[in-house]
C-alpha cells in the first residue's frame, strides 16, 4: 500500500515537472516567485491585506533583523502565518564578496550569516532560503551557503527577450531574480507583461524582486502596489501558482 502511494506521488511529481527546450523547469500552468527585500514591513503587511483575496504567497527576505522592532516582528509572524516566507537576507546588509575580500569567508558567515540565521531562528521557521545583498556572490560563497540553506537568491538584470532570461527557475538551487522596482533600467510595465504571459504560456516559474510597495513612485526601490495588484490578478486569473523560494527546493 505504501509502495503504490510512492509510486503514485513520483509519477505525479514527474507528469508536472521537466525541463523545456530553455533548461528552464516546467510547470503545470508556470509559478511565480514573488520576493520582497531589506525591512519594509509596513508596506508588506499593507499590501498583505489588500492582496488575500488572490490567495498570493510571497517571499520577505529580510536584513537587519537585531534592529527591527517588537511591532515589525510581530508582523512579520503574522505573514509567515499567513503562508509567506520569511527568509535571511544578511545580518546588516553586507554585500558579500566586497565583505570577503576585506575581512575574509569565515568573519563574512559569522557576522553577516550565522549571527542572522541565530536570531531569525527564534522568531520565525527554520531559515532555509537566503537572498544576497546586490546580488553579491561567487561559487566559494555559494558553497558555503549551500551548507547553511537549500536556496540562494541572486540577481540578474536587463531586457532580455523572455527565452534568454535568467530569472526563470532551471532546476539549480542558486536562482536569480528580476528586480521590479521602477529604477531599474529594465523595467517597464510592457516587458512584465511579456514576462507573465511567457510564464503562462511555457509553463515556467517566473522569479521577481522588489522592496517598497508604495502607491506612487517617487523615489528608487519603489513598486506600485497597482503593479503588484496587476501581477497577482494576472497570475490568480492564469492559474500561475505563487510560490515561495522555498518551495523551490523541492521541485
Ligand atoms: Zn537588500
Not at 492582496?51 to 520577505?60: E, G, M, R, S
Not at 537576507?89 to 559569522?110: F, P, Q, R, T
Not at 527564534?122 to 537549500?150: A, C, L, V
Request: glycine share 6%; hydrophobic share 35%; proline share 1%.
Amino acid at each position: 500500500m505504501k509502495k503504490t502511494l510512492l509510486f503514485l506521488i513520483i509519477a505525479y511529481s514527474i507528469s508536472f515537472v521537466a525541463c523545456n527546450k530553455n533548461n528552464n523547469m516546467e510547470y503545470e500552468n508556470g509559478g511565480v516567485v514573488l520576493n520582497f527585500d531589506d525591512h519594509y514591513v509596513q508596506e508588506w503587511i499593507r499590501a498583505d491585506s489588500l492582496l488575500k483575496k488572490y490567495n498570493w504567497k510571497a517571499t520577505f527576505n529580510v536584513t537587519m533583523i537585531n534592529k527591527l522592532d517588537a511591532q515589525q516582528i510581530e508582523w512579520l509572524q503574522y505573514l509567515e502565518l499567513q503562508g509567506h516566507e520569511i527568509a535571511g537576507h544578511g545580518l546588516n546588509h553586507k554585500e558579500a564578496v566586497e565583505y570577503i575580500s576585506k575581512y575574509g569567508m569565515d568573519k563574512y558567515l559569522n557576522d553577516e550569516v550565522d549571527s542572522m540565521t541565530y536570531l531569525m531562528n527564534q522568531k520565525f521557521n527554520k531559515i532555509t532560503s537566503f537572498t544576497y545583498p546586490g546580488g553579491s556572490r561567487n561559487k566559494e560563497i555559494d558553497s558555503n551557503m549551500f551548507e547553511r540553506f537549500s536556496i540562494l537568491r541572486a540577481t540578474t538584470y536587463g531586457a532580455e527577450e523572455p527565452k534568454k532570461q535568467r530569472c526563470f527557475f532551471n532546476g539549480s538551487h542558486l536562482v536569480f531574480g528580476l528586480g521590479i522596482d521602477e529604477n531599474y533600467e529594465h523595467y517597464s510595465k510592457e516587458y512584465l507583461e511579456e514576462l507573465l504571459k511567457y510564464t503562462r504560456d511555457n509553463d515556467c516559474i517566473l522569479i521577481l524582486y522588489a522592496h517598497h510597495i508604495t502607491e506612487s513612485v517617487d523615489g528608487i526601490y519603489q513598486m506600485k502596489l497597482s503593479t503588484l495588484d496587476y501581477i497577482c490578478d494576472y497570475a490568480k486569473s492564469n492559474n500561475i501558482k505563487f510560490m515561495t523560494l522555498s518551495d523551490l527546493a523541492d521541485l
